[in-house]
């Protein structure tokens, strides 16, 4: 596949002003972190990782951790809450070779794909960092029939859809659409979790999927 290049601008509007976790934490990072270890990672790479505060908390925990992340100010924040750590200005339209190609066992992406004017480099940036076998980690807000008719219904979609935040979500993403894009991409999903509210109400859905193994020559 071929990726599309993009302009720094395009990546790197999101501006971050503290080291502080996003709201998000409260409902996410709890199957992001039982992934990490179910899915038996060491190395890990956060894709998009803001300010830092996930890849903080999985070094916590003992993981090695790197990050990459477009936005200068994210990459200030999170080299000075966390020295200890390496994080890359590099988004999903750079060239991930500085990161180290192939040799991580888990790629993670928080709730980044719906930013993205190129979903598929994505996946496709996130598996040439992997190993054979590795796992793509992606959370985006989740959007099905049940959760798009109770917005309709309470007339929330301006709400929802807010055209005027500068940098906020371009793409809004089903199970059935995020499953095709990374089947698209070269991998098998292997777990799909809402997380958030209730059930088809989920604020955002978690999808795991499996790099191949190499082949047996």
């Known amino acids: 596949m071929q990726t599309e290049p993009a302009s720094r601008g395009d990546l790197a ?24 270890a179910e899915l038996g990672a ?19 925990r003992g993981y090695e951790v790197i990050g990459c992340e ?8 999170a080299q000075s809450s966390a020295p200890e750590l ?14 180290g190609n192939e040799s991580f066992d888990m790629a993670i992406a928080t709730e980044v794909i719906e930013h993205l ?29 049940l959760k798009n008719l109770v917005l309709a219904l ?27 894009l990374l089947n698209e991409g070269g991998f098998r999903v292997v777990r799909f979790i809402g997380a958030g509210r ?3 109400l989920w604020k955002s859905m978690i999808m795991a999927a499996q790099k191949p193994q190499a082949l047996v020559k």
């Open 117 to 145: 004017l190129r979903p598929r480099n994505l996946p496709h940036f996130a598996k040439q960092l992997l190993r054979p076998g590795g796992h793509l980690i992606i959370s985006t807000p989740y959007h099905g029939y």
């Open 198 to 200: 209730v059930p088809f």
């Open 42 to 60: 060491r190395r890990v790479v956060d894709i998009g990782c803001g300010n830092g505060a996930l890849c903080r908390e999985l070094a916590s």
């Open 154 to 180: 309470t007339n929330k979609w301006d709400t929802h859809l807010n055209p005027f935040w500068d940098g906020g979500h371009i793409r809004f993403w089903s199970r059935k659409t995020l499953s095709r």
């Open 13 to 36: 509007e999101y501006h971050y002003g503290s080291a502080e976790a996003a709201h998000t934490e409260a409902y996410l990072w709890r199957h992001i972190i039982t992934l990490c």
């Open 86 to 99: 390496v994080f890359h200005q590099l988004g999903v339209d750079d060239e991930p070779s500085a990161v």
């Open 70 to 77: 477009p936005s200068a100010d994210g990459v200030r924040i």
